[in-house]
């Protein structure tokens, strides 16, 4: 079992910053690739950012290439998401997930792991 805790949402405005992390605990010995997600209302949950195990390969959604940067420290069990150049439509619950495997994919359904996720709102 891998348990996941976010921190790090809350108000900002449009064009501001915000860093989410992801804590991870529990069996975190074996390759787990990590993923961020999004879901707003009314909203299929989406797929942001992927990593793999150990941080060398990266993937963003086209949304958010260029704004958002994901990364890992392994040492202190830990999921980073820089949000730069925020927009009113980055707005949503944002969850961090776990898959067991060495590469990061961007299908849901792939991760066994999954956060209770923290708020971002982004106001105009």
């Known amino acids: 079992q891998v348990q996941l805790v976010e921190s790090g949402g809350g108000l900002v405005q449009a064009g501001g910053s915000l860093r989410l992390s992801c804590a991870a605990s529990?069996?975190?010995?074996?390759?787990?690739?990590m993923g961020w997600f999004r879901q707003s209302p009314g909203k299929e949950r989406e797929y942001v950012a992927g990593i793999s195990w150990t941080g060398s390969s990266t993937n963003y959604a086209d949304s958010v290439k260029g704004r958002f940067t994901i990364s890992r420290d392994n040492a202190k069990k830990t999921l980073y998401l820089q949000m730069n150049s925020l927009k009113p439509e980055d707005t949503a619950v944002y969850y961090c997930?776990?898959?067991?495997?060495?590469?990061?994919?961007?299908?849901?359904?792939?991760?066994?792991?999954w956060g209770q996720g923290t708020q971002v709102t982004v106001s105009s």
């Open positions: 529990g069996r975190t010995f074996s390759p787990i690739a």
């Open positions: 997930a776990a898959a067991v495997q060495w590469h990061f994919t961007q299908y849901k359904d792939d991760y066994e792991y």
